[in-house]
């Protein structure tokens, strides 16, 4: 019987934030902010465009004047103008983004001129065949951004057009929250190095090492590894020793967190820090444990401790699960929790009576045609249980219907067998209960990774008229 609690999966989330502090504030140039949050907000110190810009290859005239032949008393490109003003009777030849000559106050595209011969002093004439109207192809000062405007607040995340925005209003230093150093631990005495082949007896390559800091790269942390500690008491206490050394602010270790008798990260976290929770009414994922450490040597910060289950699934999911908001909370992230969507099965799926289960599954956008109704049977139909081939409902032509995401399981969900996290986009919320839960049913699913690159059906997807 484990000395252990169960608490629910939402309790054990609200313990792990009620842990995790934002970290403060640092200055990054502006290649290092992609993807951090800001801690600042940022003001636009001048006006963009900061001059009167033509929108058109063409000619700058006097609205008033309409259509005619002109004299052409100069030019104005991006980047250089004649600094001629022009005057009633008068245009100047203007190319897009060049700032609208003094005087001037419409541009006519090029395609409404024609240029006239040039007389006998030189002089470039221009025939307007069309009257301009005011304010024709310009771009007010300050029309896009406004100086003084706030282009970005504190708290927002960085991301590629932020990137450009920043760099349009010049905005080269940026105070941005910290980003978290998260070291990664395998542990087991079966736990080999993945170059290891062939296997010795009894030997498994470490598969949840290499995965932990690929996800907690991909959050933005700054990752230490710190290979594999053997199932000893002293060997796994030098491990921690370690990971405090480093200054880590999280430790993430996978395995030696069930009920074995060389299970030894609960007791080795009883005795040097305090654990918050040791089991979790999840599936997979029962074991996960979280623990802080007060450092007294370094000031008395804390450092927070996953211990999660050695199954690479399980190790994938709770980290997702619980890691993951943390270290988005620790960077900035105003609301670090995965985000749902309503999502509807493609196959049946067997119930777990005594835990909520996060099924693995792959979401796929669809198309309901209009005066469809979803139904199990033809959600069943369209239905792939095989990870290899996910295929989902075919898409339907014309007219559009509703727009549905449709969750296509992994297949086997044992928490041993990773080919069932391959191209999971989503983790499907399936509460405990026993029986079938019938394809077509409809469910909420945390999503893990980018709907940008999820799989096209069979026959690609149909597309909106126009486009
Ligand atoms: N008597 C009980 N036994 C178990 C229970 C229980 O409640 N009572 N819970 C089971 C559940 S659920 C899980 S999950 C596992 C978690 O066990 P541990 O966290 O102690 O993990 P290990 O025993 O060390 O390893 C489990 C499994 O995973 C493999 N593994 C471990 N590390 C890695 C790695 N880095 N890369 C790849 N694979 C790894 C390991 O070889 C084992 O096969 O406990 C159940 N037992
Ligand atoms: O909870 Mo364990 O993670 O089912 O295998």
């Known amino acids: 019987m484990s000395a252990y609690r169960m608490i629910s999966i939402p309790d054990a989330q609200d313990i792990v934030l009620t842990h995790t502090q934002t970290l403060g504030a640092v200055t990054v140039g502006l290649s290092g902010a992609l993807g951090r949050v800001l801690a600042e907000d940022v003001r636009a110190p001048d006006s963009l465009p900061p001059f009167p810009a033509s929108i058109k290859d063409g000619y700058a005239v006097v609205a008033t004047d309409g259509a005619g032949e002109y004299l052409v008393i100069g030019e104005s490109r991006a980047g250089q103008l004649d600094n ?10 203007i190319t897009t983004g060049a700032p609208v000559p003094e005087g001037a106050d419409a541009v006519v595209q090029v395609e409404d001129t024609e240029r006239l011969p040039s007389g006998p002093d030189g002089e470039h004439r221009v025939h307007i065949k069309k009257a301009a109207k005011f304010g024709q192809d310009i771009r007010p000062v300050g029309s896009d951004i406004a100086e003084g405007d706030i282009v970005l607040k504190a708290g927002e995340l960085v991301g590629v057009a932020e990137i450009g925005i920043l760099a349009t209003v010049g905005a080269v230093h940026l105070k941005v929250h910290s980003t978290p150093k998260v070291g990664v631990l395998s542990t087991g005495d079966e736990v080999v190095d993945p170059s290891t082949l062939p296997l010795g007896p009894g030997q498994i390559r470490d598969a949840n090492r290499a995965m932990l800091l690929a996800a907690a790269a991909r959050a933005g942390a700054e990752v230490v590894d710190l290979g594999v500690a053997r199932d000893t008491e002293g060997h796994l206490e030098g491990c921690l020793a370690t990971a405090i050394e480093r200054g880590l602010d999280v430790l993430v270790t996978s395995g030696g967190v069930s009920m074995g008798d060389r299970d030894l990260i609960k007791p080795l976290l009883e005795r040097q ?12 994922g029962k074991p996960l444990t979280f623990a802080t450490l007060t450092l007294q040597e370094q000031g008395g910060r804390k450092m927070l401790i996953f211990g999660l289950p050695g199954n690479p699934v399980s190790s994938f999911v709770c980290f997702n699960l619980v890691v993951l908001p943390a270290l988005r909370k620790m960077a900035g992230w105003a609301s670090p929790e995965l985000r749902r969507v309503a999502a509807r099965l493609t196959s049946d799926l067997k119930l777990d009576p005594e ?9 796929q956008w669809s198309l309901v045609p209009a005066g469809t109704r979803t139904s199990a049977t033809s959600a069943t139909a369209a239905s792939s249980d095989d990870s290899t081939s996910p295929s989902g409902p075919q898409p339907q032509p014309q007219p559009l219907g509703a727009c549905e995401l449709w969750a296509i399981s992994t ?52 597309t909106t008229p126009g486009f």
């Open 84 to 93: 001629v003003p022009v005057r009633p009777g008068t245009v100047a030849y």
């Open 411 to 462: 297949g086997n969900q044992i928490s041993s067998r990773l080919l069932s996290a391959r191209s999971a986009n989503a983790l499907l919320e399936i509460p405990s209960a026993s029986g079938i839960l019938p394809a077509g049913s409809l469910v909420s699913a945390l999503l893990i990774d980018d709907l940008g690159g999820m799989p096209v059906p069979p026959g690609g997807v149909a």
């Open 355 to 363: 835990r909520p289960e996060y099924h693995r599954a792959t979401l």
């Open 273 to 284: 820090g305090t654990i918050h929770f040791g089991r979790v009414r999840m599936k997979p």
